[in-house]
């Protein structure tokens, strides 16, 4: 089994910044993406970066320029880093992994969440 663990959420002020952290460990045969989603209460679930094997990044429009997604391919983490946070990126952020655990099969993977509040 794959296991995604997040960590570095917390309460920031408006304008500050906060580094999120995900590992991937377990049965990881090859990662083909991994990113950020977040989710208010009552609201979907929505994509906030995400990094492919390659490098390629993708980026919610309401966080260009303040957000920047990165990995460290042989550890199997990646890295969130938000500058100029606001109010309106409160929410629960989850680390998502697209990962083959074997040379056919691949899977979504999540993790457990982290809060991130943005509050003065």
């Known amino acids: 089994q794959v296991r995604l663990v997040e960590s570095g959420g917390g309460l920031v002020q408006p304008g500050g910044s906060l580094r999120l952290s995900c590992a991937a460990s377990?049965?990881?045969?090859?990662?083909?993406?991994m990113g950020w989603y977040r989710q208010a209460p009552g609201k979907q679930r929505e994509l906030v970066a995400s990094?492919?094997?390659?490098?390629?990044?993708d980026y919610a429009d309401s966080v260009k320029g303040r957000f920047t997604i990165s990995r460290v391919n042989t550890q199997n983490f990646v890295y969130l880093q938000m500058n100029n946070l606001k109010p309106e990126d409160t929410d629960v952020y989850y680390c998502?992994?697209?990962?083959?655990?074997?040379?056919?099969?691949?899977?979504?993977?999540w993790g457990q969440g982290t809060q991130v509040t943005v509050s003065s």
């Open positions: 998502h992994g697209k990962i083959y655990s074997s040379v056919t099969r691949w899977d979504d993977f």
């Open positions: 377990g049965n990881i045969f090859r990662i083909v993406a």
């Open positions: 990094i492919n094997a390659g490098g390629g990044t």
